[in-house]
């Protein structure tokens, strides 16, 4: 089977990065002698020139007015919510021979039950004598495809028709082992992304989105949220809820996603303070690596209409020519997580999504996370495959392409042994 998604040419026998000259009509650059001089906005300086020097001055001044900038230029603002009501349909079933405990939720994001839901997963470990630290996973399949457990109920995902069909129907992006998480006293839930927002040009129609758009309006006003901003609001539709679940350690729940939600991911702990951590997979462009290089992926192929302009806030099309012109960056929308950990996770063959402007975007936002008594990366020297950074601020790159591969989740499993369970 041979199809494209997410920028990789998928194959039957594994994924293959297909790096291209150009994209969209748009120029690509793998050259690092091509890469342009820039300049990168201090984290540590306000709009008016002031420098902050404290924690208050953090958070009183700078990151509320780095928030608002990238809620107004990049993501898009998104409308208060609700408390999100939910229906537990299965409160406890053993899995994985004994070894967790299966809980199922749906959740409603708005007062119309029948068409704004999502299915929640949840496995705890039986022998849990309390609340747990939980890895949380928006993935891009139906939660059924993402696990190995007959007992998921089924879902349906969106087909390339703009309709939705049966999860059976569908393919499977790959299934996650929830063994190690349980053996580490960790939990596991997840949620498909396209229940919160189908992830197409024409997806408002059926998401989130459609719902709240004022009468007569076809389309969010430029400041307003793309469907990242969407899916990281459905997120904290899932943190209301797991902060009424009494096996759930509401403290160190870790948000983890993978390339368009991975951006998701860095979004969420950045808008919801709520989330402990962040673990981004391959967030490139628009996530953790610097517009500013313009090396891959830049701002001009993402916001694209050919592309993903409807991931964004219109305001971000502003920037396509010149990222420079841009108040934010990567660096800066790290720096909102701060002093909570947060792991970036690449791959070396992944040049389109930029390891190491991530890695870069990471050594400019420690400053922040310094100031807040944590540690950032501690080094300004790119590591090469294989060799984790763990501090709060976390760095790993695997040897190949974009996406997790299952070494990483070992990774993943001991930066959360190391915050969370120490």
């Known amino acids: 089977m041979h199809l494209f998604f997410l920028g990789v040419l998928l194959l039957s026998n594994g994924v293959v990065w297909a790096q291209s000259d150009t994209v969209a009509g748009i120029p690509v650059n793998y050259d690092e002698a091509r890469v342009p001089a820039y300049e990168l906005p201090d984290p540590l300086i306000l709009q008016n020139g002031r420098t902050v020097t404290d924690s208050a001055g953090w958070y009183e001044e700078r990151r509320p007015e780095i928030l608002h900038l990238f809620e107004t230029e990049q993501f898009g603002r998104a409308p208060e919510r609700r408390t999100t009501n939910f229906t537990i349909f299965e409160a406890s079933a053993p899995a994985f021979d004994g070894t967790a405990l299966r809980r199922q939720v749906t959740l409603f994001f708005t007062e119309d039950t029948t068409r704004h839901k999502a299915d929640l997963l949840i496995y705890t470990p039986s022998d849990a004598d309390g609340p747990v630290p939980v890895f949380l996973k928006i993935g891009f399949s139906a939660n059924s495809l993402s696990f190995d457990d007959p007992g998921i109920r089924e879902g349906t995902v969106w087909n390339g028709n703009g309709g939705r069909v049966p999860a059976s129907e569908s393919r499977s992006f790959g299934t996650l082992d929830v063994a190690p998480f349980l053996a580490a006293g960790i939990g596991v839930a997840a949620i498909y992304y396209g229940d919160i927002e189908p992830d197409f040009q024409a997806g408002i129609a059926h998401g989130v989105r459609g719902h709240f758009l004022e009468n007569g309006r076809d389309y969010p006003a430029d400041d307003e949220w793309g469907t990242i901003a969407a899916w990281a609001w459905g997120l904290s539709g899932v943190m209301d809820y797991l902060e009424t679940d009494e096996r759930v350690d509401t ?37 953790a690596t610097l517009s500013r290089r313009q090396y891959g ?40 997580i701060a002093p909570r950990p947060l792991l970036l996770q690449t791959g070396t063959t992944d040049l389109w999504s930029d390891p190491k402007g991530e890695f870069e975007a990471a050594v400019a936002a420690g400053p922040v996370y310094e100031l807040l008594g944590g540690h950032g990366l501690e080094t300004t020297d790119w590591p090469g495959p294989g060799v984790p950074i763990l501090h709060d601020l976390g760095y790993y790159m695997h040897e190949g392409g974009h996406g997790p591969v299952p070494e990483d989740y070992t990774v993943f499993i001991n930066f959360m042994k190391r915050h969370f369970l120490q």
């Not at 390339?259 to 997979?281: E, H, N, Q, Y």
């Not at 701002?299 to 305001?315: C, E, L, V, W």
């Not at 990222?323 to 660096?331: A, Q």
């Open 297 to 336: 992926e830049t701002t001009a192929h993402m916001i694209d209409s050919s592309r993903y302009d409807y991931q964004f806030a219109g305001n971000r099309a502003r920037y396509g020519a010149d990222p420079g012109t841009s108040p934010v960056d990567g660096h800066l929308l790290l720096s909102l």
């Open 251 to 287: 403290e160190k729940v870790a948000v983890f996603g993978a390339s368009r939600l991975g951006k998701t991911a860095l979004w969420t702990g950045a808008s919801d303070p709520r989330f402990g951590m962040v673990i981004a997979c391959c967030s490139g462009e628009g996530g």
